[in-house]
């Protein structure tokens, strides 16, 4: 039975995550096999570290890891050792999003073409930068490979972002994400203010999910991301492709504003 | 009350879609009297031209001249091969006559100027066929129009075709020639698949990218496109593939007053929807936002042996060919602007010129440099 502390998570939503944990138990901060953050407190920050020199594995939410710099203070933690550090993107979680990642890998859908991103987010203390760079590993993830050219335009505005993929033959990915405008008026939805959806087009088929990107989506990809972390910590499994892909995906993220910021398409090397 | 007399129709080439002279038709405004063609186009067009003129029980003339100038014509609705389109129209438009003529406005920019110049010179109203009176798009334009959403900021079209074109790609063997691009859309005419009917090849941004351009042109209140970025991939079919078109594409569109958009437009093949395909709406504005089903409403149906092919949604409520009709018959009686005119579709025009431009170059095109290079 794996020992884990918790940190982010309190009150029902982590007594309900200790229950749904199979081979691991839930503990009070100390000394513990692996450790989960999901929120970037001044304690998780010293638990992470401590975690990671102490040789044991970490899981930490890809939304708290935004920047290159910062993931490699991480790995010097771990002293170089990237396999003990699960960056997870939620997003990947998501009960609908893994479906359709399911499909795409089963081929039903042939070769993707097409990946369509739609994302409100009405949460002011969201990172704007970290969202997006979660949106676009989603992307690259349901593609399966990487972005050849990144395009990307505002409307003058911080609050909102569309990015254009491309990937190679021509496939691409359009990724919108508008946030909470710093002084907001009344709304007139007629969606949720927090409306998420996806579609994806592939060779053979389609598969879309629109608007349900939320509780009780929200709460189950913890579990799921946990149960497969405490799953991989008793297997051996090793972490380091979870960090290869957010570096990419943060790698992105800086074509994204450097695309912003000459108002031009950029290339980006291959590998 | 009192009755005014139809605007009597010639038909110049029915070769295509026919449903844009049914759809004028089902105005009492409008009478279909004479369908017309050159004489020199081939057998089969001959062929369409009479079968159509035979159902509506009106003449067939092989002298679109001739057609024009004794048939008492005041309007002439235009829907040859591709390359034809402008042709026609400004010759009709040279003869004095209103003109209503189905999309692509044209294959070439030289053509599309012509044809704009030539309707500016003779003061016909000119109707590009199009899709903006359907209910689910007129009820957002009047809903953003109203402030319902306050200011707009963003707007992204979907829209996707799921039908199949021929045999899918890879599905050529080695030795096989390359499908023939004309020949199939002639055949494709029996389930009315046939939009790129003409010798050139053309992509579904060439095709059908008019009908989302125009809602976002509409829903914009005309804001001009200035800045694109777009990828383009022959991705679904063989004969897209063969012929060097796109079956899918997307574009990223820069506005004037800062308004950004996207537009992801394909013809995805049949698997892809149970009814069709789905083309959708997101219109983003700084006091709310419309996420819009252009098919809306719809009526599900299912049922025991129901054939794969048949929609399992059925679009209702459907009046776009009666409100084109008569939107084009007040621009006459008023000498008002139709919804879609003909500078307006240059516009639309210039717009996937610098998306297929953007996708040849790797880069974003503004919309005045491809203008002036066009004209260089």
């Avoid at chain 2, 060097?244 to 958009?261: F, S």
Wanted: overall charge negative; some cysteine.
């Amino acid at each position: 039975m794996i020992r884990l502390a918790v940190s982010g998570v309190h009150g029902p939503a982590l007594q309900q995550l200790s229950r749904r944990l199979r081979g691991a138990v839930v503990e009070p901060p100390g000394e513990r096999d692996a450790a989960i953050v999901v929120d970037y407190t001044a304690d998780a920050v010293a638990s992470v570290e401590m975690f990671l020199r102490s040789g044991k594995r970490v899981l930490i939410l890809a939304t708290l890891c935004p920047s290159l710099p910062f993931v490699d203070q991480l790995v010097s933690y771990a002293r170089g050792d990237a396999s003990r550090i699960a960056i997870v993107n939620p997003l990947r979680y998501l009960p609908s999003r893994r479906l359709i990642k399911g499909e795409i890998d089963a081929g039903k859908l042939g070769t993707v073409g097409l990946v369509r991103i739609h994302h409100r987010e009405t949460d002011d203390s969201v990172d704007r930068s970290a969202l997006l760079c979660s949106h676009l590993d989603l992307a690259t993830w349901l593609s399966g490979r990487q972005p050849e050219c990144v395009y990307a335009t505002t409307d003058g505005n911080t609050a909102y972002t569309q990015v254009h993929l491309g990937f190679a033959s021509g496939a691409s990915a359009l990724i919108e994400v508008s946030m909470p405008r710093l002084a907001p008026a009344p709304m007139s939805y007629t969606v949720r203010p927090d409306y998420r959806s996806l579609l994806v087009i592939g060779s053979a088929g389609a598969a879309s999910a629109d608007d349900q990107m939320r509780e009780p989506e929200g709460q189950l990809r913890l579990a799921v991301s946990a149960q497969e972390f405490v799953n991989d910590v008793a297997a051996g499994i090793g972490f380091a492709s979870t960090v290869d892909q957010w570096r990419q995906a943060l790698r992105i993220g800086q074509a994204v504003d450097r695309s912003l910021a000459t108002h031009r398409a950029i290339w980006l090397e291959a590998g | 009350m009192q009755s005014r007399r139809p605007f009597r129709c010639a038909v110049l080439s029915a070769v295509k879609h026919d449903y844009v002279a049914r759809g004028m038709a089902s105005h009492p405004r409008f009478e279909l009297a004479v369908v017309a063609d050159d004489p020199d186009v081939p057998d089969w067009a001959h062929e369409r031209n009479q079968q159509f003129a035979d159902a509506w029980k009106i003449p067939y003339v092989r002298d679109v001249e001739r057609a024009l100038r004794e048939f008492d014509v005041q309007v002439a609705i235009v829907s040859p091969e591709a390359e034809r389109h402008c042709d026609l129209s400004v010759r009709a438009a040279n003869a004095g006559v209103h003109v209503v003529q189905d999309k692509p406005l044209a294959t070439k920019r030289s053509e599309a100027e012509r044809l704009v110049a030539a309707v500016k010179k003779s003061g016909v109203r000119f109707l590009m066929w199009n899709r903006n009176f359907f209910p689910a798009v007129q009820q957002s334009y009047e809903h953003v129009m109203a402030g319902g959403i306050g200011k707009l900021y963003a707007i992204h079209a979907d829209f996707y075709f799921a039908k199949d074109a021929g045999p899918p790609k890879g599905s050529r063997q080695p030795g096989d020639p390359p499908l023939d691009w004309y020949a199939h859309q002639i055949a494709a005419h029996a389930d009315g698949s046939d939009g790129g009917l003409g010798r050139e090849p053309m992509g579904e941004l060439a095709i059908e990218g008019i009908y989302p351009l125009a809602y976002i042109q509409m829903l914009t209140g005309g804001a001009k496109v200035q800045r694109v970025f777009a990828r383009s991939t022959a991705h679904f079919h063989q004969l897209y593939a063969d012929n060097g078109v796109e079956d899918l594409a997307t574009v990223t569109l820069e506005m004037e007053g800062g308004i950004v958009g996207s537009l992801a437009i394909g013809r995805i093949g049949a698997a892809s929807h149970p009814s069709g395909g789905e083309s959708k709406l997101h219109i983003l504005g700084d006091r709310g936002a419309l996420v819009v089903n252009e098919a809306a409403p719809t009526v599900g149906i299912y049922y025991k042996g129901q054939p794969p092919k048949e929609h399992r949604q059925r679009r209702v409520a459907i009046d776009n060919d009666f409100l084109l009709a008569d939107n084009f018959a007040q621009a006459i009686d008023t000498g008002g602007e139709t919804i879609l005119g003909a500078r307006a579709s240059l516009a639309i025009f210039a717009t996937v010129e610098a998306a297929l431009e953007s996708c040849r170059t790797g880069q974003a095109v503004d919309i005045n440099d491809c203008w002036e290079r066009s004209h260089g």
